[in-house]
């Protein structure tokens, strides 16, 4: 079946930088849209970027714009996030999924806190 298995979180200062990693095994990574979304605490979970399968064009939601890449690298079937100049309100559990509209898989989530 589809693992995926996000590393990568932890606690960083405001203006600091994160690389969020997810490994993704049982699939056709190649094949996917992958993304990353990201639920706060008492928040529902949103988008925060995918990336296609072709030509590797990146999508984000505006309010990480210019701060995170995605990226990927097939031969490790593995999607980066590159989460810089962070924000407080950028803490958040961070998942990987599947897909960029309606995944159907996603990793267990690892916490990203962001201290003032």
């Known amino acids: 079946q589809v693992q995926l298995v996000e590393s990568g979180g932890g606690l960083v200062q405001a203006g600091g930088s994160l690389r969020l990693s997810c490994v993704a095994s049982g699939m056709p990574f190649s094949k996917y849209y992958m993304g990353w979304f990201r639920q706060a605490p008492g928040k529902e979970r949103e988008f925060v970027a995918a990336?296609?399968?072709?030509?590797?064009?990146?999508y984000y939601a505006d309010s990480v714009k210019g701060r995170f890449t995605i990226s990927r690298d097939n031969a490790k079937s593995t999607v980066y996030l590159q989460m810089t100049s962070l924000k407080p309100e950028d803490t958040a559990v961070y998942y990987c999924?599947?897909?960029?509209?309606?995944?159907?898989?996603w990793g267990q989530g690892t916490q990203v806190t962001v201290s003032s």
């Open positions: 990336i296609s399968w072709i030509r590797d064009t990146a």
């Open positions: 999924a599947d897909g960029m509209s309606s995944p159907r898989n």
